[in-house]
């Protein structure tokens, strides 16, 4: 912190930060595959899930459509098998965290040994390099984004979001992401949603 911030009243710190987490989080994130306009990348958080993984990896592979899935280590960990078929599919193992705490609730330190942790652990269930992460609810800040940094992983967000988390008609989800989705974009799905307060994601 710079000796300016640290003469500054706690209020004003904390509207500092909150103004600074508003403006730069968004935008911290880069856009993975998303750099061609005539591509789209498809991306599912929260997974593997039992229920969902192999249907969806069926119906991938029917489609002839390679995505990233960004995956809890808690779950990875109990289903393995699942994230060595997301792997033998051809998609792209990313890590979503060990659980869905935000990032942003760890110490700089904390955040960066978790992440070590975490992406060794899903290495060693996936069989093979992780260099991608997506920080739970999106949530960030330039001290998380540089935790994720010294963890050599790049951070990825999204640029559409299909609200899929919340109970409604397939069909009314493939008009939002259709509705939001642009050419390079990024889209947000989940295997699974995480029990939790709120926006999933
Ligand atoms: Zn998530």
Not at 91 to 120: C, K, N, Q, Y
Not at 128 to 133: D, G, K, L, Q, S
Request: aromatic share 4%.
């Amino acid at each position: 912190m710079s000796s300016a911030r640290r003469r500054l009243p706690g209020w004003a710190r904390t509207a500092a930060r909150r103004t600074a987490d508003a403006v730069l989080g968004p935008v911290l994130g880069s856009v993975a595959g998303g750099r061609r306009t005539d591509h789209v990348a498809i991306t599912f958080d929260d997974g593997p899930e039992p229920g969902t993984t192999p249907g969806l990896l069926a119906l991938l592979a029917r489609r002839g459509v390679h995505c990233t899935f960004f995956l809890l280590v808690r779950q990875a960990e109990e289903h393995p098998e699942l994230v060595r078929a997301i792997g033998d599919g051809g998609h792209e193992i990313a890590l979503h965290g060990i659980d869905h705490r935000p990032l942003t609730s760890l110490r700089h330190g904390d955040a960066v040994r978790m992440l070590h942790e975490a992406r060794a652990r899903l290495e060693a269930v996936a069989g093979r390099p992780v260099t991608r992460y997506r920080p739970p609810y999106g949530k960030q800040t330039p001290a998380s984004w540089l935790a994720a940094r010294r963890a050599g992983l790049e951070v990825v967000v999204w640029s559409a979001d299909a609200d899929d988390w919340v109970d409604r008609p397939a069909t009314q989800v493939a008009a939002i992401a259709a509705e939001n989705l642009r050419g390079g974009g990024v889209l947000l799905l989940h295997e699974r949603v995480e029990p939790g307060p709120g926006a999933n994601r």
